[in-house]
Structure formats: structure tokens, C-alpha cells
């Protein structure tokens, strides 16, 4: 790693010296891409095509709908997401202490659980349609109009309170780390705090918020659970349905290649969008933002916003879930809850150390190094994300498999010992499978952090006879200190809630809350469901906390206490 | 963030040697499973209590196919459960079951509900039935499958997606009976018909018409029983209350058992093979043959509402009340087959849109 780097000392039209940087970086991209790959693989291989079919019956359909849920997802996280940031880190209003960290409660809690839980209320049978009708002396559907919950614009719904979090975490962070410097300015030109907003914040913090949104809309295109549950046709949707009614795993990654391929445009299209542009700023005071007092029905409304996300998003669907523990807790009482509960906390803060040190080392990587094959490999690698988990499953399955079966093979013909399979079915596998899914959210977290760093610091550090490691760790991680925490925190709450891939990788009896949570809730049965899904929030709750925490404190040169508006460098 | 980082490591590193496979007294078996755990538990128990083999088992419903054929010879399954005959003919298709002879299996599981060669193995079967509402569905207004696309039925019918294995096998025996065009205008009539949306399971289904969304509906049988002896969600009984069973095409006057409308209820079952790559083959066998006998065909019966495949098998008393009926003779790999063309129907009378 020692060599000294490209990027300062290489000439114009000579070949860039392949050194270790480039190497390491694009050989674990390449690694964490070994599944993407075997989806590819997978959608090769022979099989009767399933296109004509889909053309000429759904496939506009899925296109549609994908289209239009991406779309509803995207602007409805976009807009509570950096709204609610841009409030609590911009405005005074009543509540703001707490809006901080309750804004991120949602994120505890898995899209399919909410998908449940609003189905049970609003759907014709349930409590609130049933009260409407008896308080308003209806009778049978015709008599009035209600909204459908098990539809597209459910699953909008649903998805947006579930999702919006990962938009408002990075925006918040991305508006902390902002100099009070372009504010003031912003302030002289006479902006108030909307147009500072639109000209100023939102426009810096692009970086973050397209990282954030992507994130939203990656978990979009993966989701099966809730477009499943309410039978919304989306592409992935159509994956499922050619694997598992087809009859058709080649078509299923041939679907799940395109959707692939898809991704890779958008995101090529954004970068391309902010090509040459810079996101940092040169100034170095940090002072505590001005925080734009409001009052009155401005403050009210303030505090509105910010409520209603964390009551739909978390306080109705816990409730809910709170109370079905409370009547049916003795269902599942003889459930071993405990070792169910170690094996999501051991697998999940396992899968969130290994996650964030490739995500780290590839970020780093691709800022060192940023040549377009570095660039295009570990962009590459993060695409995992935007994979259903059942299909990027198989994808992990395939490779782990034949590793297995050919070790056990060459030992078995050379020293006639049978090592049988190793990895596969071990709990190995499902770590290697959660950092290949959330690889992207370690990425991209880090990497929007690091984008922020100005590149003179890393000259001034090298300069000072740091080499890339030591400035790597001298300078940037200890910068970038709150990302990385942040990037650990998203990747355990989410392999915390993660199933499909957990169900279909794991060894013989093993459970995690999310597997038990799950062989109830596939058959609908919510109740006895509840007490698993409530350790799940309840185990996602303390290190969500603990995140907000660590992010009023990130701002450089800042010792928390926010509202302490005396804070000078 | 090193000390706890070393502290996970080791747990988790213990973990993964906690759940390996131990080899109990009487030797184990490992299972893929798409049927719930806590549906087989009871009977997994009994087996193990009466033969000392202790059972592993992952269960997924979906991708344990492509795990079983992925891992190869050294796979470490010895059977597979399913809950539908697809997954069965499936298993059979992608070469990773093999032929098991056991006079036990012969002799407790008629022919029509195994494979030929003992490739795979019936164990339960439930009926495909109508449940109509009691006031508003008069008797005799709807006796077969065929009724339910008829316009009398115009939003009063209620299901669940149909693109799930109970619907898409439903259709398949359609096409098995009459054939693929009249199947696809089955189908198309029948979602003209539709209260609302395909969406819920089939218990939701029987909600539904008690809360007055919908007269009739299709589901499975045992989940009748489920509702009403569900003593710890009584409001369950209430729905099932709310409804009558009625199974579909039973031949009578005037629609004999050879004519298409006398074929006879669908039926689905639930199943297990043994792998091809099975260590513990004879314990797979021993397993199967334990699932097909009295003791387990009386606890499938009891606690889960099903049928049993073995003949003589006391049935649940209130599944009992619901009368004897005829199945539809067509074997279930000739249903099977017809899986892709039905979901392909489904597609093009855009079931669920």
C-alpha cells in the first residue's frame, strides 16, 4: 500500500501504474460482486423464454407501477425526509430536542411489519372502517367511499414512512457538517429560511440526498413483503411470480438483470448530472447554526410535520403490535427468544463491522484511485441492494456452493478426506450474504462523507509525509467519525430486519427474530407475530438513538448542546 | 469499538457451531421445509419421542430448490416437505429427489397421491372449496366452480391473488379438465365477477363475507376448521359461523361423474421426498413412513384440519360434519403440469389488476 499514488505524481497519457490501492479495491469490489454476477449467470443459462409472455400481458403493467411507486416513494421521502431535517436542524420550534432522534424511530421497524399492521386497521373488516360505519349508520360498501389500503397508493405510503429515515439521516447529517459561513451570506443577500433552504442547503447537501434517495429507492425496487401483501404489480413482483409460478429461475434473473441494468443508468445519469462539480466548502467556522426562531402557527406547524411521521411511522404500528403482545404473548411464550435475539444482535453487529470496513476500504479506494475502472467496480458492487433478497440469496448460494463442493472434491481425489460443505448452510454465509445486500449503505454513506472532505487535506497530509493508510486514518476517519458510525448503524438495523435472504441461508433450526417473525406473519397471523416484531423494534430503538446522539454531535467543532448558540470556535 | 467487535466475533463464531446437526441417539434426519415449523412440530415430536431420530429443518418458502441444487451431493437434506403438489413436481423435474420402494409408504398412501416410481409421497390433502354466506346465497344457487363465473355472481365474489399455488393449481385442473381456452374464459368471467381486488389470505376471504364485502368465496378447507375451534381468537368463529361449505362439481342427477361439471372438488395435497444426496436415507424413509401411518395421519387430521391420504383415518368431527365428497379423479402430475399455463391465464385475463 506504500506506493506513492497516481493521482498527484501521474503524467498525462501514460498508463496509470497498476498499484496496491487499485488493486485491493477493485479485487473487493469485485468479491462483493461474486453474487451480482451469479444472478447474471443465472439469467444466461438456457431456459424457455418467458419474454414474449410478459410483453405482451404485464410487463407494461410492472413497468408502470415500478415507475409510479419509485416516483411516490422518491418525492414523498425526499420531502418529509429532508422537510423534517431541514426543521430540526434549521428552526426552533417546540419539540425539536426530541423530533431528532424520533424522527429515525421508523427505521426500527420492517416495511412488511407496517404493511400489516395498516392493513389490519384500515382494510373494510378492520377497527376504523367498522367504526365509521356503525358511528355513521353505513352499512355495505357501496354506501361510502374509503381509500384502499392494498394498493399502489398504499404501498407508497407504507414505503415512505418506513423509508423516509434513511433521507432524513443523511440530509440531517449533510446540513450539520455545512459551514454557518454560506448561511450568513445567504442571510446578507436577504434570504429567510425557505430560500436559504432551496438556493443554499438543499443544493449542497445533494450529495447526501441523492445517496439517501437512491438508498430509498433501491430498498424500493427489493421489496417483495409489502407489494406481495398487497398485491401491487411491480417488477419484482413479476420476478417472484416467473421463479415461483413459471416455473422459471433463469427468467427470474433475467427480470432481476434488467432491474440491474436499470439502476446503473440512473445512477450513471446522476453523476454524470454533477460531473466537474464540487460539494465542499473552504471555510473552517463551525460556529453553532443560526437557528431560525419560529413562532406561533409556523412553530405549530413545525412541530406537526414532524409528528406525524414518527406517529404513522412508528407509534401506530408499535401500538398496534404492543397491544397484539399483550393479548397473545402466551401463543409463542415456549419460543427460545433469547438465543433468537442473540443470533440477530451477534449476526447483525458482525455483518455492520465487516459492512463498514469494506465500505470504508472501497471508498477510500475509489477517492485515491478514481479511475473509471475503481469507479465502475465498486459502483458495481454496491448494486446488491437493489436485488430482491430471495434472488440475490440464490446468487450467494450458487458460488458458496461450488467453493464447497470443489474444495471437498480436490481433497477427496488428492488426500481421500470429504470436508463436505464448509460454508454453505452455515452461519458464515448469511454475514457474507447481509454485506454483499447492504454494502450500499455503508458505501454510499461513507463515500458522501468523503466527498465532503477537500481534497487539500489530503494534500497537506501527504505533504506532511502521511502516506494513503495513514492519512486514511489520521485525518479522514477521525472526520469522518459520525458517517461511519451512522453507516454501522444503518447496516445493523437493517440486517436486523433483514428475512428473505436469512430464511433461505441459514443452518437447520436456526432462528432469527426476523425468521420467527416471519413463519407467522406468511400466514397472516399478525398476533402471534407481535412479540418477535416488538423485539425487533425494540432492539433497533437504542441504536437509533444512540445514532441521532452521535450526529448532533458530528458538527465539526462542536460539543453537542445544539441549542447552545453562544458555541465559537 | 475493537473490544466488542472481538466479543461478536466469538459469539458468533459459537453460534455457528451451536445449531450443527448432532447426531442423537437414534441417529437424525435433516429437513428443507416449505411447510411452517410450527405446523409440523407436534408430529416432528412424536417421531422423535418414538424413535429417538432426532430432526433438523430449515424452513423457506421459496428458494430451497435452488439451496438443494446448488449444494449437490453434499447437500446435507435428506427430505424435502411441501405444502403443494408443484414444489413436489418440481423437486422431480430439477432431478434432486430419488425413487424410495417402502410397502409402509405402498400401502398407507393410495395411488393417485403418490408418484409412480415412490419419487414423492402424499401425506394430506385438502379440498379446494366454496364458502358461501349462509342468508344470502340461497341453497343450491352455486354448486360448482363453473357457477362462480356465472353473472348472477357479479361482485360477490371474493380471493385471494391468483397467483397463489392454491389458485394457480385450482386453474390447472381446469385446463386438465377442459382444456386451456376454456380454462382462460373461466377465468376471465370469474375476475368480472370479483367484490374486490384479489388480496388476503383465505381466512380473509370468509371475513369478508361475514362483514358483507362478498356472498361467495374460494378457499381451502382446513382453514374452516381453523376459524371455528379458534378458541383464542374467537371473532374468527364468528366468521366461520357466518358461512357454509361447499364442496364444488359432485356428480348427481343429471351431471354424472364422467360429464366435466361432475369431476369433482379440487384437491391439493401437502407432501415429502427424499433427496437424492440423502446421508440419512434410511431415517428419511422411517420419517415418511411415520408421517403416513395412523398415529401422524390422526394428529394431521385433528390438528390441522386436513385429509388424510391413508384410508380408515378418523376425520376431525367437525370436518366430518361437512359430509363425504367426491375428488377430482385427474392425477395431480397432470395437474401439475399445467402450472405455467395457468399463470400465464392469469396474467392474460389480469387477474389481480
Known sequence: MGLVGTRFGGGAGTFRRIDGWTLGTVLVALAASIPI?????????????????????????????????????????????AGTAWLV????????????????????????????????????????????????????????????????????????????????????????????????????????????????????????????????LMETLNDFGTVDYFAVATFTAGIFDVWLNMNSVSGAAQLASVLLLFVLVVVYLERRGRRGRRYHHTSTRYRALPGYPLRGGSAALASLACLAPVVLGFAVPAGVLGRYALTHYADTLEADFLT?????????????????????????????????????????????????????????????????????????????????????????????????????????????????????????????GAGPAATLRRVHLPVMRGSVLTAAILVFVDCMKELPMTVILRPFDFHTLATFVHQYASDELLAESSLAALTIVASGILPVVLLSRTIGRSRPGHTGAPDGAGATP | MRKPAVVVLAAVVGLSILPSPAGAEGGHVNLYSYRQPFLMKPLLDAFTRKTGIKVNMVYAKTGMLERLKAEGRNS???????????????????????????????????????????????????????????????????????????????????????????????????????????????????????????????????????????????????????????????????????????????????????????????????????????????????LLEFLSGDFAQRIYAEQNFEYPVKSGVPLHPLVASWGTFKADTVHLTEVAKYRTAAAKIMDRVAFDH
Open chain 2, 76 to 286: 446435507p437434506a435428506d427430505a424435502v416437505l411441501t405444502a403443494d403438489i408443484g414444489r413436489l413436481t418440481d423437486l422431480v423435474r430439477a432431478g434432486l429427489v430419488q425413487p424410495v420402494a417402502s410397502a409402509v409408504l405402498r400401502a398407507n398412501i393410495p395411488a393417485r397421491y403418490r408418484h409412480p416410481d415412490g419419487l414423492w409421497f402424499g401425506l394430506t390433502t385438502r379440498a379446494r372449496v366454496i364458502y358461501a354466506d349462509k342468508t344470502r346465497v340461497k341453497p343450491g344457487e352455486v354448486s360448482t366452480y363453473e357457477d362462480l363465473a356465472d353473472p348472477r355472481f357479479k361482485g360477490r365474489v371474493c380471493t385471494r391473488s391468483g397467483k397463489h399455488a392454491y389458485n394457480i393449481s385450482l386453474l390447472a385442473s381446469f385446463i386438465a379438465a377442459k382444456g386451456e381456452k376454456a380454462a382462460e374464459a373461466w377465468a376471465r368471467a370469474l375476475q368480472s365477477n370479483l367484490a374486490r381486488r384479489p388480496q388476503g389470505n383465505d381466512r380473509a376471504q370468509v371475513r369478508a363475507i361475514m362483514e358483507g364485502e362478498c356472498d361467495v368465496a374460494l378457499g381451502n378447507s382446513y382453514y374452516m376448521g381453523k376459524m371455528a375451534t379458534n378458541d383464542k381468537k374467537p371473532e374468527q368463529k364468528a366468521w366461520a359461523a357466518a358461512v357454509t361449505i361447499i364442496f364444488p362439481n359432485q356428480p348427481r342427477a343429471g351431471r354424472p361423474g364422467g360429464d366435466a361439471l361432475g369431476r369433482g372438488t379440487h384437491v391439493n395435497l401437502s407432501g415429502g421426498a427424499v433427496t437424492k444426496s440423502a446421508k440419512n436415507r434410511d431415517n428419511a424413509i422411517r
Open chain 1, 340 to 464: 433468537y435475539t442473540a443470533n440477530s444482535l451477534g449476526l447483525s453487529s458482525m455483518a455492520a463491522v465487516i459492512t463498514v470496513a469494506v465500505g470504508i476500504f472501497m471508498a477510500y479506494g475509489a477517492r485515491l484511485r478514481g479511475g473509471p475502472v475503481v469507479t465502475a467496480a465498486t459502483r458495481f458492487a454496491s448494486l446488491g441492494y437493489a436485488v430482491p433478497g430471495a434472488v440475490l440469496a440464490i446468487g450467494v448460494v450458487l458460488p458458496t456452493a461450488w467453493l464447497d463442493n470443489t474444495v471437498d472434491a480436490v481433497l477427496d481425489s488428492v488426500f481421500g478426506i470429504s470436508t463436505g460443505l464448509l460454508l454453505s448452510g452455515s452461519v458464515f454465509v448469511i454475514i457474507i450474504g447481509y454485506v454483499v445486500r447492504f454494502l450500499a449503505l455503508s458505501f454510499g454513506t461513507i463515500e458522501a462523507s468523503l466527498s465532503k472532505v477537500t481534497a487539500s487535506m489530503d494534500g497537506a497530509a501527504r505533504t506532511l
Open chain 1, 37 to 81: 454476477f451469479a444472478v447474471i449467470g443465472l439469467a444466461l443459462t438456457p431456459g424457455e423464454s418467458v419474454w414474449g409472455h410478459l410483453a405482451s400481458t404485464v410487463l407494461p403493467l410492472y413497468i408502470r407501477t415500478t415507475l409510479l411507486l419509485m416516483a411516490g416513494v422518491g418525492l414523498g421521502t425526499l420531502v418529509i425526509g
Open chain 1, 89 to 216: 436542524t434549521m428552526c426552533r420550534f417546540p419539540g425539536r430536542r426530541i423530533f431528532e432522534w424520533a424522527l429515525l424511530l421508523p427505521m426500527a421497524i420492517p416495511a412488511y411489519v407496517v404493511a400489516y399492521v395498516y392493513t389490519d386497521l384500515l382494510e373494510y373488516a378492520g377497527p376504523v372502517q367498522g367504526a365509521l360505519r356503525a358511528s355513521l349508520g353505513w352499512t355495505t360498501k357501496g354506501d361510502y367511499w374509503f381509500p384502499e389500503i392494498r394498493s399502489l397508493g398504499g404501498a407508497i405510503a407504507v414505503m415512505t414512512l418506513a423509508f423516509y429515515p434513511y433521507v432524513y439521516l443523511l440530509s440531517r447529517v449533510a446540513f450539520l457538517e455545512q459551514s454557518v459561513c454560506v448561511f450568513e451570506v445567504s442571510r446578507t443577500l436577504g434570504h429567510g429560511p425557505w430560500r436559504s433552504a432551496f438556493r443554499i442547503a438543499l443544493p449542497l447537501a445533494r450529495p447526501a440526498l441523492v445517496i439517501g434517495l437512491s438508498l430509498v
